[in-house]
């Protein structure tokens, strides 16, 4: 196959990958609305009164006095974590305070695209501890899996100690079944993973030698370990602070259910849907007598990723500086 050839099928791949997403969101867009018109419709209003009242009754200036600690503590658990693994991986002498203004500065082309966010970690990376890129972006990914694996721990936990609480919300998806053949999955393949990159298995393999899987390469189980728990407190926070502003919002629900399905919902958030369609769709599902949520979890979830964009904005004079000095 020709070269000229092999790039037109790349670029029809990729816009029949950007097609099919954008289906996608709109399915989920259009099943959510049909939600939101029934409840709608059962209380004699249409849809755009129905959310009116929904946000009118809420109580913003206690949610604000939420979500603004929660913002700030976020980046900082979120940076210390980056920090750790850097260090371990890629810059041993890189320091915390260093990590910051980068990090921080990231949030803000996250706003475009989250890749774009992980390339200026790796330029960091290079410019000013000499990484070779690829090797720099192994950190990221090994955070980005690891982030993955948080979400299945706590979300396990929660199912086991409420499950009760998932089989209640099983009624148009079977979640009793789904998820616990999910964390089998998950579990089965970890130590799998990990034998794989220390050479227990398929030693004869070169696949693990690649720069772009350095840090999995390099990585022991007491780093998986230190890395779910030092993201766990953004987790257990994230629960509280969802628990608490719905409560806010007049939308009764428990720190069980919480524990047991936001972890989810972040999985599903992280699927490549503009909007976070596949979140929104999932919390009218987790939640089927409140269809208003979905239009909630977007409230919370412009405001997180505006306000973190502002805490790049304070830090980026000195990003920007140890980018392109």
Not at 53 to 74: H, K, N, Q, T
Not at 109 to 127: H, T
Not at 229 to 240: E, G, M, R, S, T
Not at 252 to 279: C, D, T, Y
Request: proline share 5%; hydrophobic share 55%.
């Amino acid at each position: 196959m020709s070269e000229s050839a092999a790039s037109t099928g790349g670029k029809g791949r990729k816009l029949g990958f950007r097609i099919g997403t954008w289906l996608l969101t709109l399915g989920c867009f259009y099943l959510v609305f049909g939600r939101l018109q029934g409840a709608a419709a059962r209380e004699s209003l249409d849809v755009w009164q129905y959310l009116g009242r929904f946000f009118g009754e809420a109580d913003w200036l206690s949610w604000l006095m939420l979500m603004i600690p929660y913002s700030v503590f976020f980046f900082f658990v979120d940076s210390h974590v980056t920090w750790r693994v850097v260090k371990w991986f890629n810059a041993p002498d890189l320091k915390l305070t260093d990590i910051l203004p980068v990090r921080a500065s990231a949030y803000i082309l996250s706003l475009v695209n989250e890749q774009v966010g992980k390339g200026a970690m790796s330029l960091y990376l290079l410019r000013r501890h000499q990484v070779p890129g690829w090797e720099a972006l192994s950190s990221m990914i090994m955070l980005g899996v690891m982030e993955i694996y948080q979400l299945l721990v706590f979300s396990a936990v929660g199912v086991v100690l409420f499950y009760d609480v998932v089989q209640r919300a099983s009624t148009l998806l079977p979640l009793d079944r789904i998820l616990p053949a999910v964390f089998l999955g998950a579990a089965l393949y970890l130590p799998l993973h990990m034998a794989y990159f220390a050479g227990r298995i398929l030693p004869r393999s070169r696949l693990r030698d690649k720069p772009l899987l350095a840090a999995f390469r390099k990585a022991r189980p007491v780093h998986y370990l230190l890395i779910v728990l030092f993201k766990a407190p953004n987790l257990l926070l994230a629960i509280a602070v969802y628990t608490l502003s719905l409560q806010l919002f007049n939308v009764n629900v428990s720190f069980a259910e919480m524990l047991a399905f936001l972890p989810v919902i972040f999985l599903a958030a992280a699927l490549p849907l503009p909007f976070h369609a596949g979140a929104l769709l999932l919390w009218t599902v987790l939640f089927p007598d409140y269809p208003e949520v979905g239009a909630f979890s977007m409230v919370m979830h412009t405001f997180f990723v505006l306000f973190n964009a502002a805490i790049g904005v304070l830090f980026l004079p000195k990003a920007n500086r140890e980018l392109f000095a």
